[in-house]
């Protein structure tokens, strides 16, 4: 008897070496579905309850490793509930494949297409060409794919059609060009006051980075997704710059001589400097220039680049801009960290204090995944990750409410490995039933909520209003998992140290500060629209009282 066309499938993914799928839980309400579910041959199939959350852990896995993750998505109802999810695979360029089910009298969501590379089935004799299409795409580094079949096709016999297994594809470093080495290397060794900004396209370039950067005596600030790579046991780390900018960073890249960016796609042109002397090097020629007037652009792996240019660039002698600047940066660390020594108990809990103790109990070798928002802003100024700590998020697309799928993605990944996600109680809401996913697939996931409750005259939205009386640690604990509650700085070492030991999936729930703003007040006094809103909207002690809860912003 031949296989069916899901069976062939399942034969076409294996033999390509995948072993790892994200599924749906519940019932099979179709034949791909159960054929999936069927199968022995995956290492690990982690089944969610949302179809979102589901292409959000692959994502999150195929991002930490760099593999292709195969995903199972539903059928089109379900579908709809992706779009964003897909937004943000493909801003990374994540290796993911989606599968999903096409009822012949539904239509593809609105703007699905255009996310990604989508295709559909609709006869048998397509289904083994269309899979093994979509995992080249997907193994060659080109982003999700979306995969639909019919729902009727799925059932068909495949026919004796001979498939060629799909070979794992070894994407080999783009070289650049002698000529944009040579003139990079003379750009290098003529300009002073040189500052290097590292993005998520330094990864395993740090080595190569940190030599040349020591050569030139350039400062190294970083974004989100570069800070994994280039800040730990860096002398020349001057933090970020941007909106979340903390240290000498904006200072720095402001009155910089020449701006090198290294693989980054920095999307805030008002924190670059207008000049125009700047150089970028990224492996993706359509992000040169798209931020800023460049100097010069180099198309080329950053690692390849700047292994290339050592010795072609002269050391650099004069170091009076490197020490001004980290004489600046330790100033500004002073000052921002002065909640982080507090630990008066007559005072708010800070989320300042929470992060940096959490950082520094954390696992050598732990992995973080921080929702877009306030947890983002704590985490980049006060969580410090190894050189082997791992730090992903949806840094790109700005999806918020995405660290716990993320986590569960990472965890699935590696297992062995300590998984942190720092969320926020909207983010636990959310996705409230993937709580229910941990206790299922026994992940020892380790959640902290960052849960500030501020009075009803200060939230200007509904999700604030809808957390007031929500309480995380309790909807948690009556779901199974094992939960921490802390309101005072006494409690802190001791309530992350169990939390983080415990050999279970577990939460803790910190009541933190709720005056303590995500942005400096300057930012409120000139007027942006979220923070201007909120100022207008509060009564005048909570206004004073956020102003002195974030005085040492204050200049």
């Not at 012949?104 to 989508?118: A, V």
């Not at 795409?137 to 995969?147: E, K, S, T, Y």
């Not at 798209?290 to 002698?317: I, Y």
């Amino acid at each position: 008897m031949s296989k069916t066309v899901a069976e062939q499938w399942c034969d076409i993914l294996t033999a390509g070496g995948q072993r790892q799928l994200y599924s749906l839980a519940g019932e099979c309400d179709n034949v791909l579905m159960e054929t999936l579910h069927r199968e022995n041959r995956w290492k690990r199939r982690t089944e969610l309850q949302q179809e979102d959350a589901a292409v959000l852990a692959a994502s999150a896995g195929a991002r930490l490793t760099g593999e292709t993750q195969v995903c199972y998505a539903g059928c089109v109802p379900g579908l709809y509930r992706i779009k964003a999810a897909m937004a943000e695979a493909a801003a990374n360029k994540d290796r993911l494949l989606v599968l999903g089910i096409q009822p012949s009298d539904r239509s593809l969501p609105d703007g699905q297409g255009e996310l990604c590379h989508t295709t559909i089935v609709h006869h048998p004799e397509e289904a083994s060409g269309a899979l093994t299409e979509a995992l080249r795409r997907a193994d060659a580094g080109c982003g999700p794919v979306l995969l639909l079949i019919q729902e009727e096709v799925a059932g068909e016999p495949a026919g004796d059609a001979a498939y060629a297994p799909v070979q794992p594809i070894r994407v080999q470093p783009l070289c650049p060009r002698l000529s944009d080495l040579a003139e990079m290397a003379s750009i290098l060794n003529t300009c002073e006051r040189t500052v290097f900004l590292c993005g998520r396209g330094c990864a395993g370039a740090r080595e190569e980075l940190l030599l040349l950067a020591k050569r030139l005596q350039a400062p190294v600030a970083f974004t989100m997704s570069g800070k994994q790579v280039v800040e730990g046991d860096n002398e020349l780390s001057i933090g970020m710059t941007g909106i979340m900018g903390w240290g000498a960073a904006p200072t720095a890249v402001m009155d910089c001589g020449l701006l090198v960016l290294w693989g980054t796609d920095f999307p805030y042109p008002e924190y670059l400097p207008a000049h125009g002397n700047v150089i970028q090097v990224d492996n993706d020629p359509v992000a040169l220039g798209r931020r800023c007037k460049l100097r010069l652009g180099v198309v080329g792996d950053v690692r390849e680049v700047a292994r290339e240019l050592l010795p072609l660039v002269k050391r650099r002698l004069n170091d009076d801009f490197a020490t001004a600047m980290r004489s600046l940066h330790r100033r500004e660390l002073a000052r921002s960290e002065q909640y982080v020594r507090s630990t008066n108990d007559k005072l708010p809990l800070r989320p300042e204090l929470i992060t940096r103790v959490v950082s520094d109990h954390a696992e050598p070798d732990a992995v973080f995944c921080v929702e877009v928002g306030a947890p983002m802003l704590w985490c980049a100024r006060y969580l410090h990750p190894s050189g082997i700590q791992r730090l992903t998020g949806a840094f790109r697309s700005g999806l918020g409410e995405s660290a716990l799928p993320m986590g569960i993605g990472a965890k699935s990944v590696y297992p062995s490995r300590q998984v942190i996600a720092v969320c926020t109680a909207e983010g636990i809401l959310r996705h409230l039933n993937e709580l229910l996913t941990l206790q299922r697939e026994h992940f020892s996931l380790k959640i902290l909520v960052l849960q500030r409750l501020l009075p009803e005259s200060m939230r200007i939205d509904r999700a604030a209003a809808s957390t007031a009386l929500f309480s995380v640690a309790e909807t948690a604990a009556a779901m199974g998992l094992k939960t921490g509650r802390i309101h005072q700085a006494q409690q802190i070492h001791h309530a992350v140290r169990s939390w983080l030991a415990d050999s279970e999936a577990s939460l803790l729930e910190a009541m933190v500060d709720a005056y303590a703003m995500s942005a400096p007040p300057e930012v409120m006094v000139r007027g942006e629209n979220g923070h201007h809103r909120l100022v207008n909207r509060a009564a005048g002690e909570h206004f004073i009282r956020i102003i002195y809860g974030n005085r040492r912003f204050l200049r």
